[in-house]
Protein backbone atom coordinates (compact mmCIF):
# COMPACT_ATOMS: atom_id res chain seq x y z
CA UNK A 1 0.00 0.00 0.00
CA UNK A 2 1.21 3.75 -0.16
CA UNK A 3 2.28 4.99 2.86
CA UNK A 4 2.39 8.61 1.91
CA UNK A 5 -1.28 9.51 3.18
CA UNK A 6 -1.66 6.66 5.85
CA UNK A 7 -1.25 6.64 9.43
CA UNK A 8 -0.85 2.70 11.09
CA UNK A 9 -2.30 3.45 14.62
CA UNK A 10 -1.56 -0.17 15.75
CA UNK A 11 2.07 0.60 15.56
CA UNK A 12 3.85 3.48 17.73
CA UNK A 13 2.76 5.54 20.72
CA UNK A 14 -1.15 5.42 21.30
CA UNK A 15 -1.19 9.16 22.22
CA UNK A 16 1.03 10.34 19.96
CA UNK A 17 -0.58 8.61 16.92
CA UNK A 18 -4.07 9.59 18.33
CA UNK A 19 -2.62 13.76 18.48
CA UNK A 20 -1.31 12.92 14.79
CA UNK A 21 -4.66 11.55 13.14
CA UNK A 22 -7.13 13.51 15.46
CA UNK A 23 -5.62 17.06 14.68
CA UNK A 24 -6.54 17.70 10.96
CA UNK A 25 -9.85 16.10 11.41
CA UNK A 26 -10.30 18.73 14.40
CA UNK A 27 -9.76 21.54 12.32
CA UNK A 28 -11.76 19.82 9.36
CA UNK A 29 -14.30 19.32 11.66
CA UNK A 30 -14.14 23.20 12.58
CA UNK A 31 -14.55 24.27 9.48
CA UNK A 32 -17.43 22.21 8.66
CA UNK A 33 -19.15 23.80 10.82
CA UNK A 34 -17.76 27.52 9.62
CA UNK A 35 -20.38 26.25 6.83
CA UNK A 36 -23.36 26.92 9.58
CA UNK A 37 -21.55 30.34 11.13
CA UNK A 38 -21.08 31.73 8.21
CA UNK A 39 -24.65 31.50 7.16
CA UNK A 40 -25.69 32.89 10.26
CA UNK A 41 -22.88 35.70 10.82
CA UNK A 42 -23.31 37.33 7.53
CA UNK A 43 -27.51 36.43 7.63
CA UNK A 44 -27.32 38.39 10.97
CA UNK A 45 -25.33 40.99 9.64
CA UNK A 46 -26.78 42.07 6.24
CA UNK A 47 -30.18 40.37 6.11
CA UNK A 48 -33.76 41.03 8.61
CA UNK A 49 -34.28 39.32 12.24
CA UNK A 50 -36.89 36.75 10.78
CA UNK A 51 -33.99 35.50 8.25
CA UNK A 52 -31.78 34.77 10.93
CA UNK A 53 -34.11 33.27 13.06
CA UNK A 54 -35.23 30.88 10.05
CA UNK A 55 -31.57 29.65 9.67
CA UNK A 56 -30.89 29.13 13.67
CA UNK A 57 -33.49 27.10 13.97
CA UNK A 58 -33.17 24.79 12.03
CA UNK A 59 -29.65 23.06 13.14
CA UNK A 60 -31.46 20.18 15.13
CA UNK A 61 -33.72 19.33 12.95
CA UNK A 62 -31.37 19.00 10.51
CA UNK A 63 -28.78 16.52 12.46
CA UNK A 64 -31.90 14.66 13.13
CA UNK A 65 -32.68 13.37 9.66
CA UNK A 66 -28.99 13.68 8.75
CA UNK A 67 -27.67 11.77 11.69
CA UNK A 68 -28.88 7.80 10.65
CA UNK A 69 -26.85 8.44 7.49
CA UNK A 70 -23.76 9.79 9.58
CA UNK A 71 -24.32 7.06 11.36
CA UNK A 72 -23.95 4.67 8.19
CA UNK A 73 -21.16 6.72 7.49
CA UNK A 74 -19.35 5.66 10.86
CA UNK A 75 -20.28 1.81 10.20
CA UNK A 76 -17.94 2.40 6.46
CA UNK A 77 -14.86 3.42 8.57
CA UNK A 78 -15.23 1.12 11.10
CA UNK A 79 -15.53 -1.70 9.16
CA UNK A 80 -12.26 -0.41 6.35
CA UNK A 81 -10.84 0.54 9.46
CA UNK A 82 -10.98 -2.91 10.74
CA UNK A 83 -9.73 -4.90 7.63
CA UNK A 84 -7.22 -2.55 7.24
CA UNK A 85 -5.36 -3.37 10.43
CA UNK A 86 -6.05 -7.00 9.62
CA UNK A 87 -4.35 -5.89 5.89
CA UNK A 88 -7.67 -7.58 4.06
CA UNK A 89 -7.33 -5.82 1.11
CA UNK A 90 -10.08 -7.83 -1.40
CA UNK A 91 -12.35 -6.77 2.00
CA UNK A 92 -10.94 -3.27 1.86
CA UNK A 93 -12.55 -2.74 -1.86
CA UNK A 94 -15.72 -4.12 -1.40
CA UNK A 95 -16.18 -1.98 1.14
CA UNK A 96 -15.17 1.53 -0.61
CA UNK A 97 -17.25 0.16 -3.65
CA UNK A 98 -20.34 -0.20 -0.96
CA UNK A 99 -20.15 2.68 1.14
CA UNK A 100 -20.16 5.03 -2.14
CA UNK A 101 -22.86 3.43 -3.66
CA UNK A 102 -24.74 3.27 -0.43
CA UNK A 103 -23.76 7.30 0.16
CA UNK A 104 -25.61 7.93 -3.10
CA UNK A 105 -28.87 6.02 -2.17
CA UNK A 106 -28.23 7.98 1.17
CA UNK A 107 -28.69 11.34 -0.34
CA UNK A 108 -31.47 10.33 -2.64
CA UNK A 109 -33.80 9.46 0.59
CA UNK A 110 -32.80 12.72 2.24
CA UNK A 111 -33.48 15.00 -0.70
CA UNK A 112 -37.05 13.26 -0.56
CA UNK A 113 -37.83 13.04 2.90
CA UNK A 114 -36.15 16.75 3.77
CA UNK A 115 -38.06 18.37 0.85
CA UNK A 116 -41.16 16.89 1.58
CA UNK A 117 -41.30 17.06 5.27
CA UNK A 118 -39.65 20.13 5.94
CA UNK A 119 -42.35 22.34 6.67
CA UNK A 120 -44.37 19.74 8.84
CA UNK A 121 -41.59 19.18 11.24
CA UNK A 122 -40.75 22.71 11.43
CA UNK A 123 -44.87 23.48 12.39
CA UNK A 124 -44.53 20.91 15.23
CA UNK A 125 -41.01 22.27 16.27
CA UNK A 126 -43.07 25.65 17.17
CA UNK A 127 -41.65 27.74 14.41
CA UNK A 128 -43.80 30.91 14.15
CA UNK A 129 -44.92 32.60 11.78
CA UNK A 130 -42.24 35.18 11.68
CA UNK A 131 -39.86 32.92 10.41
CA UNK A 132 -41.33 29.90 9.10
CA UNK A 133 -41.72 30.03 5.30
CA UNK A 134 -37.85 31.51 5.30
CA UNK A 135 -37.12 28.55 7.17
CA UNK A 136 -38.65 26.02 4.63
CA UNK A 137 -37.16 27.83 2.27
CA UNK A 138 -33.42 27.50 3.54
CA UNK A 139 -34.37 23.67 4.14
CA UNK A 140 -35.54 22.82 0.56
CA UNK A 141 -32.55 24.26 -0.40
CA UNK A 142 -29.99 22.59 1.78
CA UNK A 143 -31.34 19.14 1.44
CA UNK A 144 -31.71 19.34 -2.55
CA UNK A 145 -28.12 19.24 -2.43
CA UNK A 146 -27.59 17.18 0.30
CA UNK A 147 -26.16 14.12 -1.98
CA UNK A 148 -22.42 15.99 -2.28
CA UNK A 149 -23.15 15.73 1.84
CA UNK A 150 -23.34 12.09 1.99
CA UNK A 151 -21.15 11.21 -0.62
CA UNK A 152 -18.50 13.68 0.77
CA UNK A 153 -18.78 11.83 4.74
CA UNK A 154 -19.05 8.46 2.96
CA UNK A 155 -15.40 9.40 0.86
CA UNK A 156 -13.57 11.33 4.06
CA UNK A 157 -14.49 7.93 6.41
CA UNK A 158 -12.97 5.71 4.17
CA UNK A 159 -9.87 7.93 4.18
CA UNK A 160 -9.85 8.44 8.06
CA UNK A 161 -10.55 4.65 8.10
CA UNK A 162 -6.28 4.39 6.82
CA UNK A 163 -5.49 7.29 8.92
CA UNK A 164 -5.58 9.57 6.32
CA UNK A 165 -7.47 12.98 8.14
CA UNK A 166 -5.09 15.86 5.95
CA UNK A 167 -6.73 15.49 2.86
CA UNK A 168 -9.86 16.24 3.85
CA UNK A 169 -9.14 19.43 6.01
CA UNK A 170 -7.48 20.47 2.57
CA UNK A 171 -10.81 19.74 0.78
CA UNK A 172 -12.69 21.77 3.49
CA UNK A 173 -10.70 24.48 3.47
CA UNK A 174 -10.75 25.45 0.32
CA UNK A 175 -14.69 24.73 0.50
CA UNK A 176 -15.17 26.98 3.48
CA UNK A 177 -13.47 29.87 1.24
CA UNK A 178 -15.67 29.01 -1.49
CA UNK A 179 -19.00 28.91 1.19
CA UNK A 180 -17.62 32.25 2.40
CA UNK A 181 -17.34 34.02 -0.49
CA UNK A 182 -21.08 32.78 -1.93
CA UNK A 183 -22.55 33.59 1.08
CA UNK A 184 -21.55 37.39 0.98
CA UNK A 185 -21.81 37.56 -3.29
CA UNK A 186 -24.98 36.13 -2.58
CA UNK A 187 -26.85 38.18 0.23
CA UNK A 188 -25.04 41.59 -0.08
CA UNK A 189 -24.65 41.77 -3.92
CA UNK A 190 -27.41 39.75 -5.00
CA UNK A 191 -29.72 41.16 -2.38
CA UNK A 192 -31.03 37.07 -1.65
CA UNK A 193 -31.66 36.20 1.75
CA UNK A 194 -32.05 32.35 3.47
CA UNK A 195 -32.16 31.23 0.13
CA UNK A 196 -28.50 33.14 -0.84
CA UNK A 197 -26.16 31.25 2.04
CA UNK A 198 -28.84 27.80 1.41
CA UNK A 199 -27.06 28.07 -1.94
CA UNK A 200 -23.99 28.82 -0.56
CA UNK A 201 -23.81 25.68 1.41
CA UNK A 202 -24.87 23.31 -1.55
CA UNK A 203 -22.44 24.41 -3.85
CA UNK A 204 -19.34 24.33 -1.31
CA UNK A 205 -20.38 20.95 -0.29
CA UNK A 206 -20.63 20.02 -4.63
CA UNK A 207 -17.10 20.75 -4.60
CA UNK A 208 -15.97 18.80 -1.79
CA UNK A 209 -17.59 16.02 -2.68
CA UNK A 210 -16.16 16.21 -6.29
CA UNK A 211 -12.65 16.60 -4.94
CA UNK A 212 -13.31 13.45 -2.48
CA UNK A 213 -14.46 11.60 -5.59
CA UNK A 214 -10.85 12.16 -7.20
CA UNK A 215 -8.65 11.29 -4.10
CA UNK A 216 -10.43 8.02 -4.20
CA UNK A 217 -10.47 7.36 -7.68
CA UNK A 218 -6.72 8.38 -7.98
CA UNK A 219 -5.32 5.93 -5.02
CA UNK A 220 -3.50 2.93 -5.86
CA UNK A 221 -3.86 1.04 -2.83
CA UNK A 222 -6.96 -1.27 -1.75
CA UNK A 223 -8.54 2.29 -1.63
CA UNK A 224 -9.02 2.72 -5.43
CA UNK A 225 -12.54 3.71 -6.18
CA UNK A 226 -13.41 2.16 -9.65
CA UNK A 227 -16.75 3.16 -10.83
CA UNK A 228 -17.59 0.38 -13.05
CA UNK A 229 -17.23 -1.96 -9.87
CA UNK A 230 -19.68 0.23 -7.72
CA UNK A 231 -22.13 -2.41 -6.15
CA UNK A 232 -23.60 -3.36 -2.83
CA UNK A 233 -21.96 -6.22 -1.60
CA UNK A 234 -24.36 -7.85 0.92
CA UNK A 235 -22.24 -8.97 3.53
CA UNK A 236 -19.93 -5.81 3.90
CA UNK A 237 -23.61 -4.09 3.87
CA UNK A 238 -24.50 -6.07 6.89
CA UNK A 239 -21.44 -5.10 8.77
CA UNK A 240 -21.71 -1.66 7.96
CA UNK A 241 -25.46 -1.42 8.64
CA UNK A 242 -24.57 -3.90 12.03
CA UNK A 243 -22.33 -0.87 13.52
CA UNK A 244 -23.38 1.38 11.14
CA UNK A 245 -27.21 1.57 12.11
CA UNK A 246 -27.31 1.50 16.26
CA UNK A 247 -24.55 4.98 15.50
CA UNK A 248 -27.03 6.49 13.54
CA UNK A 249 -29.82 5.80 16.30
CA UNK A 250 -27.69 7.23 18.63
CA UNK A 251 -27.58 10.28 16.82
CA UNK A 252 -30.95 10.23 15.70
CA UNK A 253 -31.78 9.66 19.71
CA UNK A 254 -29.46 13.04 20.33
CA UNK A 255 -31.32 15.42 17.91
CA UNK A 256 -34.46 14.54 18.64
CA UNK A 257 -34.00 15.36 22.27
CA UNK A 258 -32.34 18.52 20.76
CA UNK A 259 -35.24 19.07 18.63
CA UNK A 260 -37.54 18.94 21.93
CA UNK A 261 -35.32 21.23 23.82
CA UNK A 262 -35.53 23.61 20.72
CA UNK A 263 -38.74 23.62 20.82
CA UNK A 264 -38.75 24.31 24.52
CA UNK A 265 -36.54 27.20 23.60
CA UNK A 266 -39.18 28.59 20.98
CA UNK A 267 -41.56 28.79 23.38
CA UNK A 268 -39.59 31.55 24.82
CA UNK A 269 -39.55 33.77 22.17
CA UNK A 270 -37.43 35.08 18.98
CA UNK A 271 -34.67 36.87 21.82
CA UNK A 272 -33.88 33.57 23.44
CA UNK A 273 -34.42 31.64 20.04
CA UNK A 274 -31.81 33.90 18.47
CA UNK A 275 -29.39 34.07 22.00
CA UNK A 276 -29.57 30.35 22.21
CA UNK A 277 -28.52 30.16 18.23
CA UNK A 278 -25.64 32.08 18.62
CA UNK A 279 -24.27 30.19 21.95
CA UNK A 280 -25.05 26.68 20.11
CA UNK A 281 -22.68 28.09 17.05
CA UNK A 282 -20.09 28.72 19.47
CA UNK A 283 -20.63 25.85 21.56
CA UNK A 284 -19.98 23.87 18.01
CA UNK A 285 -15.88 24.74 18.18
CA UNK A 286 -15.65 23.45 21.41
CA UNK A 287 -17.38 20.33 20.61
CA UNK A 288 -15.47 19.44 17.42
CA UNK A 289 -12.58 19.85 19.17
CA UNK A 290 -13.45 17.21 21.40
CA UNK A 291 -14.81 15.52 18.82
CA UNK A 292 -12.12 15.42 16.56
CA UNK A 293 -9.72 12.37 19.63
CA UNK A 294 -13.17 11.15 19.76
CA UNK A 295 -13.46 10.49 16.44
CA UNK A 296 -9.69 9.03 16.40
CA UNK A 297 -10.45 6.88 19.32
CA UNK A 298 -12.98 5.06 17.01
CA UNK A 299 -10.12 4.62 14.03
CA UNK A 300 -7.74 3.90 16.43
CA UNK A 301 -9.68 1.01 18.36
CA UNK A 302 -10.56 -0.75 14.88
CA UNK A 303 -7.39 -0.60 13.51
CA UNK A 304 -6.30 -2.23 16.61
CA UNK A 305 -8.94 -4.82 17.22
CA UNK A 306 -8.28 -5.96 13.25
CA UNK A 307 -4.48 -6.37 14.35
CA UNK A 308 -5.83 -8.01 17.67
CA UNK A 309 -4.01 -5.83 19.79
CA UNK A 310 -6.51 -5.81 23.24
CA UNK A 311 -3.58 -3.66 24.86
CA UNK A 312 -3.32 -0.93 22.93
CA UNK A 313 -7.20 -0.58 22.80
CA UNK A 314 -6.96 0.16 26.76
CA UNK A 315 -4.66 2.80 26.06
CA UNK A 316 -7.16 4.30 23.65
CA UNK A 317 -9.32 4.71 25.94
CA UNK A 318 -7.29 7.06 28.83
CA UNK A 319 -5.36 8.57 26.29
CA UNK A 320 -9.20 10.12 24.28
CA UNK A 321 -10.69 10.39 27.72
CA UNK A 322 -7.25 12.92 28.89
CA UNK A 323 -7.15 14.55 25.73
CA UNK A 324 -11.20 15.10 25.53
CA UNK A 325 -11.16 16.86 28.96
CA UNK A 326 -8.05 19.15 28.49
CA UNK A 327 -8.93 20.37 25.01
CA UNK A 328 -12.70 20.70 26.18
CA UNK A 329 -11.89 22.18 29.74
CA UNK A 330 -9.37 24.47 27.85
CA UNK A 331 -11.70 25.92 25.13
CA UNK A 332 -14.48 25.81 27.25
CA UNK A 333 -12.64 28.23 29.83
CA UNK A 334 -11.86 30.70 27.04
CA UNK A 335 -15.20 30.90 25.28
CA UNK A 336 -16.89 31.69 28.81
CA UNK A 337 -14.54 34.42 29.43
CA UNK A 338 -14.99 35.85 25.82
CA UNK A 339 -18.80 35.07 25.79
CA UNK A 340 -20.42 38.37 25.48
CA UNK A 341 -17.87 39.29 22.77
CA UNK A 342 -18.03 36.47 20.33
CA UNK A 343 -21.89 36.34 20.91
CA UNK A 344 -21.52 40.02 19.71
CA UNK A 345 -20.44 38.74 15.95
CA UNK A 346 -23.81 37.26 15.48
CA UNK A 347 -26.57 39.61 17.01
CA UNK A 348 -25.77 43.35 18.91
CA UNK A 349 -28.93 43.59 20.48
CA UNK A 350 -28.18 43.04 24.40
CA UNK A 351 -31.28 41.36 25.27
CA UNK A 352 -29.75 38.39 22.90
CA UNK A 353 -26.41 38.58 23.99
CA UNK A 354 -27.76 38.11 27.48
CA UNK A 355 -29.90 35.29 26.66
CA UNK A 356 -26.87 33.31 24.95
CA UNK A 357 -24.70 33.92 28.26
CA UNK A 358 -27.68 31.80 30.15
CA UNK A 359 -26.93 28.87 27.91
CA UNK A 360 -23.17 29.69 27.74
CA UNK A 361 -22.69 29.62 31.51
CA UNK A 362 -24.44 25.84 31.89
CA UNK A 363 -22.80 24.29 29.00
CA UNK A 364 -18.75 25.56 29.21
CA UNK A 365 -19.10 25.15 32.55
CA UNK A 366 -19.84 21.26 32.25
CA UNK A 367 -18.76 20.45 28.38
CA UNK A 368 -15.59 18.50 29.03
CA UNK A 369 -18.47 15.60 30.18
CA UNK A 370 -20.00 15.82 26.52
CA UNK A 371 -16.36 14.91 25.22
CA UNK A 372 -15.68 12.35 27.18
CA UNK A 373 -18.78 10.73 26.45
CA UNK A 374 -18.63 10.40 22.91
CA UNK A 375 -15.03 9.36 23.40
CA UNK A 376 -16.31 6.27 25.28
CA UNK A 377 -19.00 5.34 22.81
CA UNK A 378 -16.82 5.59 19.99
CA UNK A 379 -14.28 3.09 21.46
CA UNK A 380 -17.10 0.71 22.65
CA UNK A 381 -18.02 1.44 18.84
CA UNK A 382 -14.70 0.61 17.69
CA UNK A 383 -14.13 -2.52 19.05
CA UNK A 384 -17.22 -3.81 17.17
CA UNK A 385 -20.05 -3.12 19.77
CA UNK A 386 -22.67 -0.12 18.32
CA UNK A 387 -25.39 -1.44 20.14
CA UNK A 388 -24.54 -0.81 24.00
CA UNK A 389 -23.41 3.20 23.49
CA UNK A 390 -26.75 3.09 21.31
CA UNK A 391 -29.11 1.91 24.75
CA UNK A 392 -26.91 4.42 26.82
CA UNK A 393 -27.70 7.29 24.87
CA UNK A 394 -31.40 6.03 24.68
CA UNK A 395 -31.47 6.37 28.26
CA UNK A 396 -29.32 8.91 29.47
CA UNK A 397 -29.90 11.36 26.59
CA UNK A 398 -32.78 10.82 25.38
CA UNK A 399 -35.88 9.22 27.67
CA UNK A 400 -33.81 11.21 30.93
CA UNK A 401 -34.55 14.62 28.40
CA UNK A 402 -37.75 13.72 27.42
CA UNK A 403 -39.26 13.27 31.00
CA UNK A 404 -37.17 16.19 32.48
CA UNK A 405 -38.77 18.41 30.38
CA UNK A 406 -41.96 17.47 30.56
CA UNK A 407 -41.69 16.69 34.32
CA UNK A 408 -39.35 19.80 35.96
CA UNK A 409 -39.60 22.29 33.44
CA UNK A 410 -43.46 22.14 33.64
CA UNK A 411 -43.34 23.28 37.38
CA UNK A 412 -43.81 27.01 37.04
CA UNK A 413 -40.86 27.86 39.26
CA UNK A 414 -38.52 26.03 37.24
CA UNK A 415 -39.85 27.21 33.38
CA UNK A 416 -37.16 29.11 32.67
CA UNK A 417 -34.54 28.82 29.82
CA UNK A 418 -31.88 27.55 32.10
CA UNK A 419 -34.16 24.75 33.28
CA UNK A 420 -34.08 23.21 29.99
CA UNK A 421 -29.71 23.83 29.51
CA UNK A 422 -29.61 22.14 33.00
CA UNK A 423 -30.30 18.57 31.21
CA UNK A 424 -27.42 18.26 29.08
CA UNK A 425 -24.98 18.11 32.05
CA UNK A 426 -27.12 15.50 33.95
CA UNK A 427 -27.63 13.80 30.67
CA UNK A 428 -24.34 13.21 29.89
CA UNK A 429 -23.08 12.02 33.46
CA UNK A 430 -25.67 9.21 33.13
CA UNK A 431 -24.54 8.27 29.63
CA UNK A 432 -21.17 8.78 30.69
CA UNK A 433 -21.72 6.05 33.95
CA UNK A 434 -23.37 3.50 31.56
CA UNK A 435 -20.91 3.55 28.90
CA UNK A 436 -18.10 2.41 31.36
CA UNK A 437 -19.96 -0.26 32.74
CA UNK A 438 -20.42 -1.30 28.95
CA UNK A 439 -16.64 -1.11 27.77
CA UNK A 440 -15.21 -2.66 31.34
CA UNK A 441 -17.75 -5.90 30.18
CA UNK A 442 -16.97 -5.67 26.27
CA UNK A 443 -13.28 -5.17 27.25
CA UNK A 444 -12.93 -8.64 29.32
CA UNK A 445 -15.62 -10.94 26.54
CA UNK A 446 -12.67 -9.51 23.96
CA UNK A 447 -9.36 -10.67 25.70
CA UNK A 448 -11.39 -13.70 27.12
CA UNK A 449 -12.15 -14.78 23.74
CA UNK A 450 -9.13 -13.89 22.19
CA UNK A 451 -7.36 -16.29 24.87
CA UNK A 452 -9.64 -19.00 23.99
CA UNK A 453 -8.66 -18.60 20.20
CA UNK A 454 -5.31 -18.84 20.89
Known amino acids: MNRKNELDLTQGSVFVNLIKFS ?8 LQILFNTADRVVVGRFSAPAAFSAVTSTG ?21 ANYYGAKRKAEIQDTVHTSILLSIYSGIILTIVGIIFAKPILILMGATDDFLELAVI ?6 GGIIATTIFNFGSALLRAKGDTKRP ?41 VAVLVLLVREEDAFHLDFKKLKINTHIFF ?29 FGEVVINGNGAACDLEGFVYFTMNGFAQGALTCCSQNLGAKKFNRIKNVVLSSQFLTFAAGGLMS ?53 SMMPFISSLTGACI ?33 IANLIFFIYIYKKLKRQNLNAE
Open 333 to 385: AIFLIFGRTLIGFYQKDPAIIEAGMVRARVIFSTYYLCGMMDALSNCIRGMGY
Open 239 to 267: KIVKVGLPAGFQGIMFSFSNVIIQSSVNS
Open 60 to 80: SLINLLVNLFVGLSIGCNIVA
Open 400 to 432: FRIIYLFTIFRIERFHKPITIFLTYPFSWILTI
Open 169 to 209: LYILTIAGVINFILNLFFVIVCKMSVDGVGLATVLSQVFAC
Open 138 to 143: YLRIYF
Open 23 to 30: IPLIFSSI
